[in-house]
């Protein structure tokens, strides 16, 4: 089974210019979540989607950040305009949501990650 | 709002020995609980998941405990190696809002 796809691996821009990621779930997941990861830190959720729809943005910063997933399969990430404190790793995970009370509901499966360098 | 947090932030030990890793979550309203490594300048990778109603899990060296009552995970690792070096970090979500929530990771370094 195929995993988590995501590109580019590694990304180095100057600060106000714009940057797109690329996740491609596994197939049949249904959420797919969009993680930043600071280094030292654990990941912080960004956005949720379920299909199509977004579950919860709560964490992402709207004014510069975007995310879809317009086909309910893969999904983009995109900054606009990048600062420097957007120097990240961005993971995307998904997972597949059988019901309550089956084994590994809600388990995630990560891609590698693009790492991004805002200079 | 649930808080998750691991303990040590780093540690040290020989090659060969069996060593604990903690995390402690506030809100026991949990599905389960999922342990993950990363290697460094990587994506993560799931080892061992807990469902709520499980007290363990054990995969080869791995062994996972559970206790939501007191809002407590622990991954033992038996006969470390050098390569278990990596950081490990324990993930909760919630089964009120379904947010996950990560701790910041505890970064093991094996001594050859």
């Known amino acids: 089974e195929a995993g988590v796809a995501q590109s580019p691996r590694y990304k180095i821009i100057e600060k106000r210019q714009s940057v797109a990621f690329w996740c491609n779930p596994i197939?049949?997941?249904?959420?797919l979540y969009w993680y930043q990861q600071i280094l030292g830190q654990g990941p912080k959720l960004l956005i949720q989607f379920q299909n199509n729809g977004v579950v919860d943005d709560s964490q992402l910063p709207k004014d510069r950040f975007s995310a879809e997933r317009l086909k309910g399969v893969d999904s983009t990430l995109k900054i606009q305009p990048a600062k420097l404190e957007d120097s990240a790793v961005y993971l995307c995970?998904?997972?597949?949501?059988?019901?309550?009370?089956?084994?590994?509901?809600?388990?995630?499966?990560f891609g590698p990650g693009t790492r991004l360098t805002v200079l | 709002k649930q808080e998750v947090t691991q303990i040590p932030a780093a540690l040290s030990v020989p090659e060969g020995e069996n060593l604990v890793l903690n995390c402690s979550f506030t809100?026991?309203?949990?599905?389960?609980l999922q342990w993950f490594r990363q290697d460094p300048g990587k994506g993560l990778t799931s080892l061992l998941l807990i469902q709520s109603s499980q007290r363990e899990q054990t995969s080869g060296r791995l062994n996972a405990s559970l206790d939501k009552s007191s809002g407590r995970s622990t991954l033992y690792i038996a006969a470390s190696q050098p390569g278990d070096s990596a950081t490990y970090l324990c993930?909760?979500?919630?089964?009120?809002?379904?947010?996950?929530?990560f701790g910041k990771g505890t970064r093991l370094h094996i001594l050859p």
């Open positions: 995970a998904s997972s597949d949501r059988p019901g309550q009370g089956t084994p590994n509901y809600n388990e995630q499966f």
């Open positions: 993930a909760v979500p919630s089964n009120r809002d379904d947010k996950i929530i």
């Open positions: 809100d026991s309203a949990i599905y389960n």
């Open positions: 197939s049949g997941h249904a959420t």
